[in-house]
């Protein structure tokens, strides 16, 4: 009774209540990364060097008027976020955030593919707003948006296939175990597959180059243009939350999870007395500051050379690195 | 049988209303954009939203209030406003100004155009989603705001030049502050090139977008970075000098292939072009007074001039017709570059994408306050 309801339940919970405070603590992060980056100081009222800018934001949010548009088509439009956020926060439920069972919710031995098919729920988030807005600005970006979301999706879960070979398991678990066994990070063997897991993952959760669908210059905002209050900062969360996923998920697969860098190596066993979360976080944190850094670097994409990029040079590469993968792994 | 179009598989152009409260369309710009998917198929470009009537205003100010109306076109590049019109009067009244003048006006006039490039640079680039850029090249023009602070005390608005010269001499110290401003403006030019003028992305959002030929820019009556970027030459300051152009060693940057990333190269080049200026303006600053001999009421003799200069975004000219009796002009006429330019936006527009839209606003760099006037 204990251990099947109560610990999972826990566990939940203290989860979904961590990945919203990370959530919020990551946009003040980025906000502080790319403020520095443009030569700037970024919040600093609340809260020494701003620190609390991260609660008093959500509460503003909450504090907003949540206004409805006349034309829309009302329960849609409370859907939309909702579908947004939830996906993103489920998928947490099959990450390792340390080698010890207390810190993960449940190993279950398909987790990757439950990754994969949970955060494409997330897609429908976004088309439902953007046609549930009744609204054209909305409705262009909810376009491109499902149409970029389904075009990267192909490619990354193409490139989680190659990933599947070499590690003979799609238990998130099973994974990191195999880096253990294998003596290395898998980014050493599937340099190729990681960077088009990165590239598609910056796709995927909308973030810049690629943040199309949120153009604030084109489109005033994208998909989320009508909302407001609570229901806009849950896209808000979405996208964060994604992000967070898309770190963590990269971790386990390219970085070793919660391992030390090469963890059957003797000489670096001085390393051990680091909790293994702390390997994990710190990696974690390693990519957030990576997306943020890119979307402080680069302009954006247009729509048309995303798709091309999409479906003619990442697809084409999955494929391949699969093929290459499987002999590879016959032959050895 | 007829075959009519099923009312489930009818096709229809979206119109989609770009501003005049809209992010990108730099002011109250807007744009009636009819599409087809994502392809814009037509636009109509909508203005004056804040036409003020500065023209008819100033039929009814006299001479010298007029340099304040002047401010408030170019918001953005106030000083060449003055300097143009200053000119104009000085050209219509016969009147010298002293060198030192002369070279000072050059100055401000270079400054201001350092300052007006670096706002379209920050943004251009942040149309297409290079946000660093935007509040990097807002860094630099905080120092220029700075140096016309000295100068004449307003970071805007400067109302700095006078008929017949300037109000004030440059105080103690001001021009090594701008000498030191130069060196801080060469470091940092690079810093946005390195962002930008290699960056794949900005290379594929930016070439072969906008292509406009010489002879359609011509055509047009495109001026100033759109006109050179399609490979025309023509930059008045070389043909027909004003102040103390003529003076200078200085070259204009041509494009060659008039797309988006020529006008961006020019622009750039254009502050280096900008930076040797000022520095050859400040070695050779002559002594002297800096206002010549101008009547107390100014009041010209019957008749009428044109007179055009450089501004940041192109030939900035006055016409101004004085019926000889009155303080104030009888017809009083802007040719504003930011107005000439953008009707080259329609078919620069026409056969792109929706993103392209706010690049091309961006490249053809209109500041509306002048366009509506």
Same mark, same amino acid.
């Given at each position: ?63 907003? +008027? ?113 880096? @253990?066994?294998?003596? %290395? ?28 669908? +949120? ?19 849950? %896209? ?68 048309? @050379? ?27 | ?11 229809? !152009? ?39 009537? =500065? ?10 209030? =007029? ?27 016969? =009147? ?107 290379? !594929? ?45 200085? !070259? ?108 091309? =606003? ?7 306050? !002048?366009?509506?006037?």
């Amino acid at each position: 009774m204990i251990d099947t309801i109560v610990i999972p339940l826990l566990k939940i919970a203290v989860l979904v209540n961590g990945v919203l405070v990370a959530v919020t603590f990551t946009v003040l992060m980025e906000r502080k990364v790319i403020a520095w980056a443009q030569s700037r100081l970024g919040p600093m009222r609340v809260g020494p060097y701003g620190i609390l800018q991260a609660i008093v934001d959500p509460i503003k949010l909450i504090l907003k +008027e949540d206004i409805t548009p006349a034309k829309a088509d009302k329960w849609m439009f409370t859907l939309a976020p909702i579908l947004s956020l939830v996906p993103a926060l489920v998928v947490f439920a099959v990450v390792p955030f340390g080698g010890d069972e207390l810190f993960y919710v449940t190993d279950i031995n398909v987790g990757l593919l439950f990754i994969i098919a949970v955060t494409s729920i997330g897609v429908y988030g976004i088309i439902l707003a953007g046609w549930a807005s009744n609204s054209k600005y909305p409705l262009l970006a909810s376009l491109r948006a499902s149409a970029q979301l389904i075009s990267y999706e192909i490619a990354v879960t193409m490139t989680l296939v190659s990933v599947i070979l070499t590690a003979g398991t799609l238990s998130m678990i099973g994974i990191v175990e195999a880096q @253990q066994e294998a003596g %290395f990070w898998f980014f050493f063997v599937q340099p190729v597959a990681f960077v088009l897991v990165l590239i598609g993952g910056l796709a995927e959760t909308n973030r810049a180059p690629f943040d199309m669908p +949120e153009a604030e210059q084109e489109l005033t905002g994208g998909f989320h243009t009508e909302y407001s209050g609570m229901r806009f900062s849950m %896209f808000f969360l979405a996208e964060y939350a994604n992000m967070l996923v898309i770190s963590a998920v990269v971790v386990v697969l390219f970085w070793g999870g919660w391992l030390r860098p090469f963890p059957n190596v003797a000489a670096l066993s001085f390393l051990d007395f680091i909790p293994s979360w702390v390997w994990f976080f710190g990696k974690m944190f390693g990519f957030l500051y990576l997306f943020i850094w890119i979307r402080a670097t680069l302009p954006r994409y247009r729509y048309d @050379q995303l798709m091309r990029l999409g479906w003619k040079i990442l697809i084409p590469i999955a494929i391949g690195n699969i093929v290459v993968t499987a002999v590879v792994k016959v032959l050895l | 049988m007829t075959t009519a179009p099923s009312p489930m598989f009818d096709t229809d !152009e979206l119109v989609i209303n770009m501003g005049p409260q809209h992010p990108s369309t730099h002011g109250v710009l807007r744009l009636v954009l009819k599409l087809d998917g994502e392809k814009v198929k037509d636009v109509d470009v909508v203005m004056g939203y804040v036409h003020r009537g =500065i023209e008819k205003l100033s039929e009814n100010r006299d001479w010298t209030q =007029i340099i304040l109306l002047t401010d408030r076109m170019d918001y953005v590049a106030a000083a060449t406003n003055n300097l143009g019109y200053c000119e104009t009067v000085e050209k219509l009244m016969e =009147i010298e100004v002293p060198r030192r003048a002369r070279y000072i006006r050059t100055i401000l006039a270079e400054l201001q155009r350092i300052a007006s490039h670096c706002l379209w640079l920050g943004t251009h680039a942040m149309d297409i989603g290079a946000m660093t850029v935007f509040l990097y090249a807002f860094r630099e023009r905080e120092l220029i705001l700075d140096l016309f602070e000295e100068y004449c005390g307003a970071r805007l608005t400067y109302n700095s030049m006078r008929v017949g010269g300037l109000p004030l001499d440059i105080p103690t110290g001001w021009d090594e502050k701008v000498r030191a401003f130069c060196d801080v403006m060469e470091a940092k030019v690079p810093e946005y090139e390195e962002l930008l003028t290699n960056n794949r992305i900005w290379l !594929e959002r930016t070439r072969g977008i906008g292509v406009i030929s010489a002879e359609d820019a011509i055509g047009l009556g495109l001026c100033g970075p759109p006109l050179r970027g399609s490979a025309v030459y023509r930059d008045v300051r070389k043909d027909e000098p004003y102040a103390a152009y003529d003076e200078f060693d200085f !070259e204009v940057p041509l494009g060659t292939r008039g797309d988006t990333y020529d006008r961006y190269l020019i622009r750039l080049e254009e502050f280096r072009q900008s930076i040797r200026i000022i520095r050859q303006a400040l070695d050779g600053l002559p002594e002297g007074p800096v206002m010549g001999k101008v009547p107390r009421l100014l009041k010209p003799k019957a008749g009428e001039t044109y007179h055009a200069i450089e501004s940041p975004k192109g030939e900035l000219g006055y016409f101004i017709v004085s019926d000889g009796r009155a303080t104030n002009p009888y017809r009083f006429r802007v040719r504003p570059p930011s107005f000439c330019n953008l009707q080259g936006l329609r078919p620069l527009v026409i056969g792109h994408l929706v993103a392209d839209v706010v690049a091309l =606003i961006g490249t053809i760099d209109v500041v509306l306050g !002048e366009v509506d006037r």
